[in-house]
């Protein structure tokens, strides 16, 4: 799990470190959540997101889509300064059983505001879990990160309310204590133009960033400068913490899930809840993602993802055909694509050219699992789709058909049609 995209020579700059913290009182116990999944873990990943450009591409329009995508200009103004400056943490503890642990009037001082975040951005019939907001509660408490990006990450609640595999408390207690450290780099600099590696052991998020006077200056007068107010180095540490956040919101307790798949899920869900690019680097670990997805379904998948055990992947597909050689075989050739991968330096047609006979032999492996469970299915299945995507086409734009989201806010016929 320690695939570096960017080479950095760097001296970090320590992040502030603040953790407040409520007092605990047994009279002051507040009973707000009617069921809660509470987790104790303790231990970590290590990732590196792919450089990424900003984007200000708008998703296609879903039937099922809950809330309507929130205009950025309109809680840039309604928001001043000191708005995200008045939360303050809970507790450091707040899930224990089916209880709040926190004094009540903060707690309801923190839930009035964002309930008014809530109305103001998706309108008074979205209703998240009392969860969610705790989730959210807890990075909008955060006294490291600066109020500039808590406010473009408030749209982060629809995950923590959808995703019901969190291990809430783990991530509650992660997300108050979050460090962030930005290094940048003057012209002078070579090796890399921006980039961002993820610490859970630390529990920290680095980003590095190449800077230059011509790209300052330019970005001054720009367009998403005059929407944003972000600088230039701002404005780029956001677009890659949409990545970064949704890699520390998984569980630290077991740390065995690929790479391939990690990197691959943090993408597509970045996609979805941040209308984030799927990074040319990262088209074919989405593709096979997806297609793992067709397979064991997408909850299955979604679990593993947030507590980091390949073992829920592996018994869904052993469920399947009682083999355990195969999912080593496939392991082996994961590995050997990430070492093609590290090797391109991820150079797209590179990783393309150096791929075909591993991806030719995960396709195989993977489509017998998919002939077992569907044995009449046809070429217009979006498994097959993507099946096709992921071992015949060539170019970055037919890649570019993977972007259909999680599956989770559009039905079939939807993505059949778009990606035809």
Not at 10 to 20: G, K, Q, R, W
Not at 392 to 415: C, G, I, P, Q, V
């Amino acid at each position: 799990m320690k695939n570096i995209l960017i080479r950095i020579i760097c001296l970090s700059l320590a992040a502030l470190h603040l953790s407040a913290c409520s007092n605990r009182n047994e009279s002051d116990r507040t009973s707000v959540i009617e069921e809660t999944s509470a987790t104790t873990a303790t231990t970590s990943i290590t990732e590196t997101a792919a450089p990424t450009e900003a984007t200000t591409q708008t998703p296609p329009q879903s039937t099922t889509q809950i809330a309507t995508e929130p205009e950025t200009e309109s809680i840039h103004e309604r928001n001043p300064d000191d708005f995200y400056k008045n939360f303050k943490p809970l507790a450091e503890n707040v899930f224990l059983e089916n209880e709040v642990v926190c004094e009540p009037e903060v707690y309801a001082e923190q839930m009035q505001l964002i309930d008014e975040e809530i109305e103001y951005i998706y309108g008074e019939d979205y209703a998240p879990s009392t969860e969610a907001k705790l989730l959210m509660s807890a990075l909008l408490s955060n006294q490291n990160i600066d109020y500039k990006y808590k406010k473009w990450l408030f749209h982060i609640i629809e995950y923590f309310n959808d995703n019901t595999y969190l291990p809430k408390q783990e991530i509650y207690e992660k997300l108050l204590n979050l460090q962030i450290e930005t290094q940048t780099f003057g012209e002078n600099d070579e090796g890399f133009f921006y980039g961002a590696a993820t610490d859970s052991y630390m529990n920290k998020i680095e980003f590095y960033i190449l800077v230059t006077d011509e790209q300052t200056e330019g970005y001054y007068s720009s367009p998403e400068y005059e929407e944003t107010g972000l600088s230039y180095v701002d404005y780029n540490v956001f677009d890659m913490i949409k990545h970064e956040i949704l890699h520390i919101a998984v569980s630290s307790k077991i740390d065995n899930i690929f790479s391939f798949f990690n990197e691959g899920m943090t993408v597509l869900l970045e996609k979805e809840y941040n209308n984030g690019d799927i990074y040319s680097c990262q088209d074919q670990r989405v593709t096979y993602l997806k297609m793992l997805i067709e397979v064991i379904g997408k909850d299955k998948v979604l679990e593993a993802y947030s507590f980091s055990d390949n073992s829920i992947i592996e018994a869904e597909l052993l469920k399947i055909i009682p083999d355990e050689t195969k999912i080593q075989r496939l392991y082996e050739l994961i590995s050997e694509w990430e070492n093609k991968w590290e090797e391109s330096n991820c150079d797209f047609d590179a990783v393309i050219e150096t791929t075909v006979e591993i991806r030719a032999e995960m396709s195989q492996i993977l489509t017998e699992y998919y002939n077992t469970l569907h044995p009449d299915a046809d070429e217009s299945s979006l498994y097959s789709i993507y099946n096709s995507i992921f071992t015949e086409r060539t170019d970055a734009s037919s890649y570019d058909m993977t972007k259909a989201y999680f599956n989770s806010r559009y039905d079939e016929d939807f993505l059949v049609k778009r990606l035809y």
